[in-house]
């Protein structure tokens, strides 16, 4: 297996792989970004359905960074379907929501909450706090 070195300033998770579900691809290429110095294994779904095919795919996935507004399947709905098969994975909301009916499912659905605009800081601090 290839090791990635990582930068000292930034945490290992050369030895974890991390979802990101959403629509929009510059939110992903931002996430992806600030994970690059870690080593981790950074995969990308568009969009609900392409998050639950990789789930069963057998894909090793140790934690999911979850948009909530998505065309299709919103990210409660295929938050609920993931748990189903997966509790024990942690999935965190990265929304601009912070009250409402949307928040409130955010609140109720997922293992934590990540606001955007997402710095490098809180990324690692809830990767950190649930893996």
Do not use: C
Request: hydrophobic share 35%.
């Amino acid at each position: 297996m290839k090791t990635q070195k990582t930068n000292s300033l930034s945490p290992d998770y050369s030895q974890k792989s991390i979802l990101v579900v959403d629509d929009v691809q510059i939110n992903y290429l931002l996430i992806k970004a600030i994970l690059k110095n870690t080593g981790a294994t950074v995969l990308w779904a568009d969009d609900g359905f392409k998050a639950i095919d990789l789930i069963d795919s057998g894909r090793k996935i140790d934690f999911v960074l979850m948009d909530y507004n998505m065309p299709g399947m919103n990210g409660y709905e295929t938050t609920k379907m993931i748990k189903r098969k997966r509790k024990n994975l942690p999935i965190v909301s990265q929304t601009t929501y912070t009250n409402g009916p949307q928040f409130n499912n955010i609140m109720e659905a997922y293992d934590d909450i990540l606001l955007k605009p997402i710095t490098s800081s809180n990324l690692y601090d809830k990767i950190n706090k649930h893996i």
